[in-house]
Nanobody
Framework: QVQLMESGGGLVQVGGSLRLSCTAS????????VTWYRQAPGKEREWVAV???????DYADSVKGRFAISRDNEKNTVFLQMNSLKPEDTAIYYC?????????WGQGTQVTVSS
């Protein structure tokens, strides 16, 4: 079965950096769009960044210029490089991909930015 797994979260100070990874099994991420979402306590899940199969990237305004999404096809992994982190970036981060109109989500990784 298709599985996505996020990793790389943790506790970081304001202004610090983290790199999240989304690794997949039984699905080739390079042929599908992969999206990062996040959900802060008490808030709805929000879209953060996306990379499509052709390599085009897009970002939410709140992270534009600070976050970068990329892909390593050999490792079948999508990364989210997060720089200049702010307390409001604290959330559980999830990756998602879709194949044949079915969505696949990872279990999430916690990112906590302390001030």
């Amino acid at each position: 079965q298709v599985q996505l797994m996020e990793s790389g979260g943790g506790l970081v100070q304001v202004g610090g950096s983290l790199r999240l990874s989304c690794t997949a099994s039984r699905i080739v991420l390079s042929t599908n769009a992969v999206t990062w979402y996040r959900q802060a306590p008490g808030k709805e899940r929000e879209w953060v960044a996306v990379i499509v199969s052709g390599g085009v990237r897009d970002y939410a305004d709140s992270v534009k210029g600070r976050f970068a999404i990329s892909r390593d096809n050999e490792k079948n992994t999508v990364f989210l490089q997060m720089n200049s982190l702010k307390p409001e970036d604290t959330a559980i981060y999830y990756c998602k991909t879709t194949r044949k109109n079915r969505e696949y989500w990872g279990q999430g990784t916690q990112v906590t930015v302390s001030s």
